[in-house]
């Protein structure tokens, strides 16, 4: 049953005149660009589909098809209805200077007319096709909040297994086609050789429900680019994602984002796996991050550590030394956190002389040390109360700080950290 019959009947009217006018383009001269679309898969042969670039066509021609009568009339209707009214204004978050009219065509006209066409393929009308595309919108329109969710590929790295990073975010196996499923052009934003090399199968997706009333999706770029840092603090492989997001709201094309540059890039390095274990303390790592926005040296230490996975010397080790002081430096310098790291790291006299002579010569180990002295910090989670522990044990005043007060001694075993 219809939930708003005037609206079915004013939405319709739109897009059966929108159709009228593209059939007469296309029938005096016209093209619809079409996709040559890959479906790859690993060991297995490629398989190609041609896929009408509708969403393009009706997008080049939206403002000339604003000016006509059945849109005005569609928009009157919708305007009538505080629960589309709501939906278009949280569907152009962000976009300022734009009223209730153009976020209702810009959000509901022009989205439902692309998803319409899609379905039909072309612009051969289907009385089917638009049913079942108004029946999305309208409980998308009515319903008691919105999914939203955002997807980047994933390069790097492999898993076997979906592994939950905390707060609906998580990695997985990519699906063969999901992406060109909603974004035809999508192949052409993919990464080289993603879903073709066994590091680049995976994404990276935060996926989140919207209460309703909620103003403004998740900012999805910062989020992803935590998750990324903390995978790559915890595996120490090459890790990136992107170089865009593709964002989905109520399962609908919402947006394509550019990831944040310093997370799309991928640092030098020999791709890694992804195991539940590492996982976890990815997700442990991911959510102490935000420890780094009232410790400001600890997210001095975090940002040079991450630029140095970029530099060559000697800006690398420059990076990596003051990521080390601001980290475990305090006010007493590099050999103050050069001692400090022997202390939390080394489990035996033999183990933190090795690692202090790392630190001091800096030698090739150098920098893993720092990274897991960097997990270290953040699985303890109060930076300046580890440092007054190691200064105690030092003295000799109390035992070493260890992780297993904190339910992940295992992490050293592990050769997280």
Not at 50 to 72: H, K
Not at 259 to 282: C, K, M, N, S, Y
Not at 354 to 375: C, F, K, Q, S, Y
């Amino acid at each position: 049953m219809l939930r708003a019959p005037n609206i079915y009947r004013s939405l319709r009217a739109f897009c059966l005149g929108a159709f009228g006018v593209f059939t007469a383009e296309l029938d005096a001269g016209a093209e619809l660009p079409f996709a040559f679309e890959e479906h790859a898969s690993l060991d297995r042969p490629a398989l190609y589909e041609y896929r009408p670039l509708v969403r393009s066509f009706v997008e080049a021609r939206i403002e000339r098809l604003a000016r006509r009568d059945d849109v005005r009339a569609a928009i009157e209707e919708l305007r009538r209805e505080p629960a589309a009214r709501i939906y278009a204004r949280a569907r152009v978050t962000g976009t300022r200077g734009v009223g209730d009219e153009q976020a209702l065509y810009r959000s509901v006209l022009v989205p439902l007319l692309v998803a319409v066409a899609e379905a039909c393929g072309g612009f051969d009308w289907d009385d089917g096709a638009f049913d079942r595309a108004y029946r999305a919108l309208e409980a998308a329109l009515f319903g008691s909040g919105h999914a939203y969710a955002a997807t980047a590929p994933l390069i790097g790295v492999s898993a076997g297994a979906q592994v939950d990073l905390g707060d609906g975010i998580r990695v997985r196996a990519a699906a063969t086609g999901e992406l060109a499923a909603h974004w035809p052009e999508a192949n052409g934003l993919l990464p080289a050789d993603f879903g073709r090399e066994t590091d680049r199968l995976c994404v990276l997706e935060l996926e989140r429900p919207l209460t309703a009333g909620t103003a403004e999706p998740p900012d999805a770029a910062a989020e992803l680019a935590d998750a990324v840092t903390a995978l790559r603090l915890a595996t120490a492989g090459p890790i990136a994602a992107g170089p865009v997001i593709f964002e989905r709201l109520d399962w609908q094309p919402y947006g394509i984002r550019p990831v944040l540059p310093i997370a799309a890039t991928q640092p030098p390095g020999e791709p890694t796996r992804l195991d539940r274990f590492r996982g976890e303390v990815a997700e442990k790592l991911r959510a102490r991050l935000a420890l780094a926005d009232d410790d400001t040296r600890l997210g001095e230490a975090l940002d040079r550590w991450e630029l140095s996975l970029f530099q060559s010397e000697p800006f690398r080790s420059e990076q990596l030394r003051a990521s080390l002081g601001a980290a475990l430096g305090g006010e007493d310098g590099i050999w103050a956190a050069s001692v400090r790291v022997a202390i939390l790291l080394g489990e035996s006299g033999r183990e933190r002389t090795e690692l202090l002579d790392e630190l001091r010569w800096w030698g090739d180990g150098a920098a893993d040390v720092l990274r897991r002295a960097l997990v270290r910090v953040l699985l303890h989670g109060n930076r300046g109360g580890l440092l007054a522990m190691l200064d105690e044990s030092i003295l000799g005043l109390r035992p070493r700080p260890s992780l297993e007060s904190h339910g992940i001694g295992t992490v050293r075993q592990r050769g997280v950290a």
